[in-house]
């Protein structure tokens, strides 16, 4: 049988000490969390932030830096101290642990993102521990993520994992930020994320972290409609929040997983990659594509936007407008405009390469978190 597989997300806030550096008894208790995970028999993807928190303070920095060029600076010096501090724990558990470097556009290419699927199973085969994180010294926004919950909850999603644990510094999600409002309750259970919940939540974070609490309920929608079941909670040194969740004793938030009913090339279509373009369609072909599961053919393409390519995935919209699903497109946009709304059996969007929208990615509208202030970044005084 296949060994299940857990992605684990650690966030900044549970990584660093009260200073926002790099807190190594912290990470040693993390690590040795999954080396227990492994021996029950799980594979262990980790997406670990952390590496901006491991690297500002040998710049010479006395605070976390707010521009992007010292945030990136501050991940180059500090993603290498990550991963050693890693490296040395996960030796002592006796496993192999690799770094994996990502950005937003190893995603968006069909043949980019089968390759860094392909690493990352061979990896967990050989029962090593990939340690993902956002290629942050290059990343910028276009190519960016900005938050690993949602680079988690893709990759998590992609290798069709069973379990993702989004460890955070609050034992879960509260009714409001429990920081900010005493009387929040925490929400133990949740069939799905549900628009309601997220339009109550407001994006107020941890002084450390990305994303907060409503990024984190985003990427669990992504994850459990992929049908992965997530975890959200608080990993303190005196309790093992990981393995009681994974033995279904833990506190904290718990997102069941759908059906899984959408296949990898579905989820890469409809989730991981940025659309190159766009095709206005008629009623008629997009109740052909909706209804009767028909392949879209250039009499029903209305309209052409964007410079696509062959092989590229575009939205599709009917004639009001609204997006109705996604595709890859077999020809680049120049063709289409030739030939669109005349009689032809060429296929523009094959029906085993489409998705309909109900809840297309809300992420991919999501701006990136880098700030591109020029400020300068706090010196270590006398320096
Ligand atoms: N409804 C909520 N329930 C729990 N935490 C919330 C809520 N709303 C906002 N938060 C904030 O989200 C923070 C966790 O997210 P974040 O700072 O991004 O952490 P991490 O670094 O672990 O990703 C909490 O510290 C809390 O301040
Ligand atoms: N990639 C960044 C962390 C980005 C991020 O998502 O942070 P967090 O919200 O703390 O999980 C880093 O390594 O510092």
Redesign the pocket.
């Given at each position: 049988m296949k060994q299940p597989i857990v992605v684990v997300?650690?966030?900044?806030?549970?990584l660093v000490d009260e200073r926002g550096r790099l807190d190594k008894k912290r990470l040693a208790h993390h690590v040795a969390s999954i080396g227990e995970i492994k021996r029950k028999n799980f594979h262990v993807v980790l997406v670990s932030?952390g590496g901006i928190a491991a690297g500002f303070y040998e710049l010479g920095l006395t605070e976390r830096p707010r521009t992007l060029a010292g945030k990136q600076a501050a991940a180059a010096v500090g993603q290498g101290a990550l991963i050693q501090n890693y490296r040395e724990r996960f030796a002592e558990q006796g496993v192999i642990c690799a770094q994996v470097l990502l950005t937003r556009s190893d995603f968006d290419n069909r043949s980019r993102y089968r390759n860094a699927l392909q690493t990352l199973e061979y990896l967990l085969d050989r029962g090593v521990v990939p340690i993902i994180n956002e290629n942050d010294s290059v990343a910028v926004d276009e190519i960016c993520w900005g938050?690993?919950?949602t680079l988690a909850a893709l990759v998590a999603g992609l290798l069709q994992a069973e379990e993702l644990l989004?460890?955070?510094?609050?034992n879960?999600?509260?009714?409001?930020?429990?920081?900010?409002n005493p009387k929040?309750t925490l929400i133990h259970h949740l069939e799905s994320v549900g628009e309601e919940l997220l339009a109550s939540?407001?994006?107020?974070?941890?002084?450390?972290?990305?994303?907060?609490?409503?990024?984190?309920l985003l990427a669990a929608r992504i994850a459990s409609e992929a049908g992965v079941r997530v975890h959200i909670g608080s990993e303190q040194l005196e309790i093992d929040w990981m393995i009681q969740t994974l033995m279904q004793q833990g506190s904290g938030t718990t997102i069941e997983a759908a059906p899984r009913h959408i296949s990898r090339k579905e989820h890469w279509i409809s989730r991981h990659s940025a659309p190159a373009g766009q095709l206005q369609v008629d009623e008629g072909a997009a109740q052909a594509l909706l209804k009767e599961g028909s392949s879209l053919l250039p009499i029903g393409v209305v309209a052409v936007n964007g410079e696509f390519q062959e092989g590229d995935i575009v939205r599709v919209v009917d004639s009001t407008g609204v997006e109705i699903g996604r595709g890859m497109s077999r020809y680049a946009a120049n063709w289409i405009v030739q030939v669109l709304g005349r009689r032809s059996e060429d296929v523009v969007i094959h029906r085993n390469d489409w998705v309909a929208t109900p809840s297309v990615a809300t992420y991919l509208h999501r701006k990136p978190q880098m700030d591109l202030s020029t400020s300068v970044d706090g010196e270590e005084s006398g320096q």
């Amino acid at each position: 049988m296949k060994q299940p597989i857990v992605v684990v997300k650690i966030g900044t806030s549970s990584l660093v000490d009260e200073r926002g550096r790099l807190d190594k008894k912290r990470l040693a208790h993390h690590v040795a969390s999954i080396g227990e995970i492994k021996r029950k028999n799980f594979h262990v993807v980790l997406v670990s932030s952390g590496g901006i928190a491991a690297g500002f303070y040998e710049l010479g920095l006395t605070e976390r830096p707010r521009t992007l060029a010292g945030k990136q600076a501050a991940a180059a010096v500090g993603q290498g101290a990550l991963i050693q501090n890693y490296r040395e724990r996960f030796a002592e558990q006796g496993v192999i642990c690799a770094q994996v470097l990502l950005t937003r556009s190893d995603f968006d290419n069909r043949s980019r993102y089968r390759n860094a699927l392909q690493t990352l199973e061979y990896l967990l085969d050989r029962g090593v521990v990939p340690i993902i994180n956002e290629n942050d010294s290059v990343a910028v926004d276009e190519i960016c993520w900005g938050d690993n919950d949602t680079l988690a909850a893709l990759v998590a999603g992609l290798l069709q994992a069973e379990e993702l644990l989004l460890v955070t510094n609050t034992n879960g999600v509260y009714t409001d930020n429990p920081q900010k409002n005493p009387k929040a309750t925490l929400i133990h259970h949740l069939e799905s994320v549900g628009e309601e919940l997220l339009a109550s939540l407001d994006d107020s974070k941890s002084t450390l972290g990305s994303g907060g609490m409503r990024s984190k309920l985003l990427a669990a929608r992504i994850a459990s409609e992929a049908g992965v079941r997530v975890h959200i909670g608080s990993e303190q040194l005196e309790i093992d929040w990981m393995i009681q969740t994974l033995m279904q004793q833990g506190s904290g938030t718990t997102i069941e997983a759908a059906p899984r009913h959408i296949s990898r090339k579905e989820h890469w279509i409809s989730r991981h990659s940025a659309p190159a373009g766009q095709l206005q369609v008629d009623e008629g072909a997009a109740q052909a594509l909706l209804k009767e599961g028909s392949s879209l053919l250039p009499i029903g393409v209305v309209a052409v936007n964007g410079e696509f390519q062959e092989g590229d995935i575009v939205r599709v919209v009917d004639s009001t407008g609204v997006e109705i699903g996604r595709g890859m497109s077999r020809y680049a946009a120049n063709w289409i405009v030739q030939v669109l709304g005349r009689r032809s059996e060429d296929v523009v969007i094959h029906r085993n390469d489409w998705v309909a929208t109900p809840s297309v990615a809300t992420y991919l509208h999501r701006k990136p978190q880098m700030d591109l202030s020029t400020s300068v970044d706090g010196e270590e005084s006398g320096q």
